[in-house]
């Protein structure tokens, strides 16, 4: 089976372009959940997406979006992007609410 | 005060060495507690769940004490590829499975 698939794996943009990372889970995860990790720190969660509602939204500007369509996959969306959200986005998929398994990441690079 | 902190090391120990982290969390009313291994430039992956009455896998056992909220990790024998950095991550909210809180990460060095 395949694990948690993030689409694309490296990005590159300027400033104040917008960007949208792809998400595909773990078949028969319902859950699926957004996380920014610069270097140095851990992951930070963005948003939780379950039944394709958001269920849980972090510290972030409303410049982040989401959503989770049928097919449980989901999409985060970032608009006027700036030079510190240059970071490795973490998409992680669970069957309930419980373990989290991560997707290998999109690094993106705001210039 | 951070929600959940960690030592960022780098702690280098020699192959064979016995090795403790640790990693305290502010939310008493968390719920779950995770070890989380990351290499360089890859995805944390899940190491283990972190149990009340102490959990073992192997050379690894993680252990909570919620009177000082804190979790632990312990590897014996170390090899070089334990060498990484270990997330602890909590669960503050068990209806918010989704949602966790790392710390900021434990880098481990092993040496030849």
């Known amino acids: 089976d395949a694990g948690v698939t993030q689409s694309p794996t490296h990005l590159i943009k300027t400033r104040g372009q917008h960007v949208t990372l792809r998400c595909s889970p773990i078949?028969?995860?319902?859950?699926v959940s957004w996380y920014q990790q610069v270097l140095g720190q851990g992951p930070q969660f963005i948003f939780q997406?379950?039944?394709?509602?958001?269920?849980g939204r972090g510290n972030f500007p409303d410049r982040f979006s989401a959503r989770q369509f049928p097919n449980y996959s989901s999409e985060l969306n970032v608009n006027a992007l700036l030079l510190g959200d240059s970071a490795l986005y973490l998409c992680?998929?669970?069957?309930?609410?419980?373990?989290?398994?991560f997707g290998s990441g999109t690094q993106l690079s705001v210039l | 005060r951070k929600e959940v902190e960690q030592d960022p090391g780098p702690f280098n120990v020699p192959e064979g060495a016995t090795v403790a982290f640790n990693c305290t969390y502010s939310?008493?009313?968390?719920?779950?507690f995770f070890w989380y291994r990351q290499d360089c430039r890859k995805e944390p992956k899940l190491l283990m769940s972190?149990?009340?009455s102490g959990n073992e896998d192997g050379r690894f056992t993680a252990q909570l004490n919620r009177a000082s909220q804190y979790i632990s990790l312990l590897i014996r024998d170390s090899k070089l590829s334990d060498s990484a950095t270990y997330l602890c991550?909590?669960?503050?909210?068990?209806?918010?499975?989704?949602?966790?809180?790392f710390g900021q990460g434990t880098e481990l060095s092993v040496k030849p």
């Open positions: 972190v149990y009340s």
């Open positions: 939310n008493s009313a968390s719920q779950s």
């Open positions: 991550a909590v669960n503050p909210n068990y209806n918010q499975g989704g949602k966790l809180i």
């Open positions: 997406y379950y039944e394709k509602e958001e269920r």
């Open positions: 992680a998929s669970s069957e309930h609410n419980e373990k989290l398994f």
């Open positions: 078949s028969g995860h319902k859950s």
